[in-house]
């Protein structure tokens, strides 16, 4: 006789359990055993939440090497969700079998696993088709990256679904901030308002340090230049090499006193370029029955001998004119001052719509989906990128149906929400290369290597290569050359569906249409991470903190901007900002979006042992200790800055798209 030793590990979610009767059929090289129910002394507590149990099955003889377990869970009266962690099976040789599982088993049905040191050309067709059914792509907007099918939120598989903890956490930040809202008579107010101290009564009691910061230094020069770099928007400054034709800047404009030319400044690398002309034509919203105002502004930049990064010219509008003035730092102070509130706002839906949205969201849901539907829980790739991939489907889901829905929060209060962002959404996309997903591509292309101050930078490049020294010694493990990449057909369908739905086929984004090599490989899937943790850090993360104080951040502009200078003043500022009401449910999104759950995992953490084998083990701890270094390298730094940069510190960093 040949005794089987099973080990059964039940999830520690909320509601993991289940009172079910489970059956396993142990499936070798040489034979299978017989189908038994798991019964032990303890009776119903055998898969309670978080419960260990182990149990023998015994065939007459041994049945080899094991391939795969079969599980099934018959329902006793009305029946019951079980989420399965792993089993661990000791055959009567004294080798260990680990079968990874990780997920819900809601029905009565037959349920295969493979064991899980499988190489990456066995996978089980059963599992894929099944995958092929819950996981369909969906054209949501025409010229946009499609996304996961799913009508109502039940829809979407259990596995990827909301824990109960996240789930509760999310309804109560959401209801409490709009009830706080509405208490203090903001959230349906369409007045004006009166002068800028009025605002700092929203949200009394949710401030940050940061927020009060920004509050008090919002209209200074020197921070307006500072956001370009560390704020919530780092993707868009880049070095001039040359004055674009329609922003017509003299010298006598920018450096009145003669000190500097544009020229010499030019050739020193010291001119930076912010150019917003994907909202150019872009229509501007309705809101409160009242059009609203989007410009598209260049903004250039100078970095000054002290490596201040100042402001010293803004147009408004694509094209000069007459009534396109160019406003500069010795224009008046409302002047001023309007001016860079209009490219604040322009930088608040360019930010959302094209770096938030969709660089970071609608692409890492791609990913994840493209993931699910063509990869096998036990290929090197699932187990890589998985942990990646958590609540990102169901945070879009709710995007989709709360905030750019025709009801949504961003469409009725953003100026670029409705139609406009529409618009947007096609320019950006069309305008995404691979290269500029790819940080150090990105940085080189936009000529920001030796900028000083830089720390989104700074801290995304360590971070970049740690997490690509991570992805090249795991796959490496299984990919030994680069035929081996080329002769995976997992691989192979995971980048053509990228490609296809996320990317719409189009071939000048430079995005991989299939893999030819271990490096194109690696690359690839260290941007997918980079894009999933870091990247939506850097860009989500401050939302509140650089928002929360609504001057800095308005999320519309109710007049049209000055068409000669010298006649705003203070009432006209106040009268352009958006009013109360848009104010007030503009603040309570940001701050929604910018909380921590409890059930937080930081970037290579991996709650879920996907790996068995010793070395990618050994690899895991190697990530998490450099990780470990670079936040306390970062915490050492923010000590001595007066506003400090956090938002890839891989201690804050969330292991994927949740928020």
Not at 139 to 151: L, T
Not at 644 to 656: F, L, R
Request: charged fraction near 20%; glycine fraction near 6%.
């Amino acid at each position: 006789m040949a005794d089987y030793e099973v080990t059964v590990y039940t999830g520690k979610l909320r509601f993991a359990g289940t009172l079910d009767m489970v059956f396993i059929k142990l499936v070798g090289n040489d034979g299978e055993s017989k189908r038994k129910r798991l019964a032990s002394l303890v009776g119903d507590l055998s898969f309670a939440n978080g419960a260990v149990s182990t149990f023998t099955v015994s065939c007459p003889v041994s049945i080899g090497k094991l391939k795969l377990i079969e599980l099934e869970k018959k329902s006793r009266l009305t029946g019951d969700n079980w989420f399965l962690d792993k089993v661990e099976v000791k055959s009567p040789e004294g080798d260990t079998y680990n079968f990874p599982i990780y997920c819900w088993i809601t029905d009565s049905k037959v349920h295969r696993f493979r064991e899980g040191e499988d190489t990456p050309e066995k996978a089980s067709l059963h599992e894929l088709k099944q995958r092929e059914k819950d996981y369909c792509w969906r054209k949501h907007i025409e010229g946009i990256p499609h996304c996961m099918e799913a009508e109502q939120l039940s829809d979407l598989p259990l596995e990827v679904q909301f824990s109960f903890i996240k789930k509760a956490e999310f309804i109560y930040t959401a209801f409490t901030g709009l009830a706080e809202l509405k208490l203090t008579g903001f959230a349906n107010s369409k007045e004006n308002w009166t002068c800028i101290d009025d605002i700092k009564r929203v949200f009394t009691g949710k401030r940050t340090d940061l927020s009060e910061y920004v509050q008090e230094h919002w209209n200074e020069d020197a921070f307006f230049g500072y956001q370009f770099l560390n704020g919530v928007n780092p993707i868009l400054i880049r070095r001039c090499s040359a004055l674009p034709d329609n922003f017509p800047v003299t010298d006598d404009m920018v450096f009145p006193s003669g000190q500097f030319s544009l020229a010499d400044e030019i050739e020193k690398g010291n001119i930076f370029l912010c150019d917003y002309k994907h909202l150019d034509g872009v229509t501007a919203n309705i809101i409160d029955e009242k059009q609203q105002y989007l410009m598209a502004p260049l903004v250039l930049l100078h970095k000054t001998p002290d490596d201040e990064l100042m402001p010293v010219a803004i147009q408004l509008k694509q094209t000069p004119a007459e009534d396109n003035p160019i406003f500069l730092p010795t224009d008046s102070e409302y002047d001023w001052l309007t001016a860079k509130t209009f490219v604040r706002s322009a930088d608040f839906n360019e930010h959302q719509v094209n770096a938030h949205l969709l660089r970071a969201h609608l692409l890492a849901e791609v990913f994840a989906v493209s993931l699910l539907r063509n990869v096998a829980r036990t290929h090197p790739l699932y187990k890589l990128l998985v942990h990646h991939t958590r609540y990102t489907l169901q945070i879009n889901f709710l995007a989709r149906a709360r905030l750019i829905s025709e009801t949504g929060s961003f469409t009725q209060f953003a100026s670029c929400g409705g139609e406009g962002l529409v618009t947007l959404l096609q320019r950006s996309l069309s305008s995404v290369t691979y290269s500029s997903l790819c940080l150090p591509d990105d940085i080189a292309e936009r000529g920001l290597e030796d900028v000083p101050n830089f720390y989104y930078r700074d801290d995304g490049l360590k971070l970049w290569d740690i997490i690509h020294r991570f992805v090249k010694g795991m796959l490496t493990i299984y990919y030994k050359n680069d035929e081996d990449v080329q002769q995976d057909s997992t691989l192979q369908r995971w980048i053509s569906d990228i490609f296809e739905y996320g990317f719409l086929s189009q071939a000048g984004t430079g995005i991989p249409q299939s893999f030819t090599t271990v490096d194109e490989l690696v690359k690839f899937v260290t941007m997918v991470i980079f894009t999933c943790t870091g990247q939506h850090s850097a860009v989500n993360s401050g939302q509140y903190d650089y928002g929360g104080w609504m001057p800095n951040t308005p999320i519309s502009l109710q007049l049209p901007p000055p068409t000669t200078k010298g006649k705003t003043s203070e009432t006209t500022l106040m009268d352009t900002l958006p009013n109360v009401s848009t104010t007030a449910n503009g603040i309570a999104v940001m701050w929604l979006l910018s909380q921590q759950s409890s059930d937080f995992v930081p970037l290579g953490q991996y709650p879920e042992d996907h790996h068995c084998e010793d070395i990618p083990c050994k690899l895991v701890k190697a990530f998490q200790g450099e990780l470990q270094a670079l936040s306390a390298n970062i915490s050492i730094r923010n000590m001595s800055l007066e506003v400090p940069y956090t938002y890839m510190d891989p201690a804050v960093v969330e292991n994927s798209v949740a928020i």
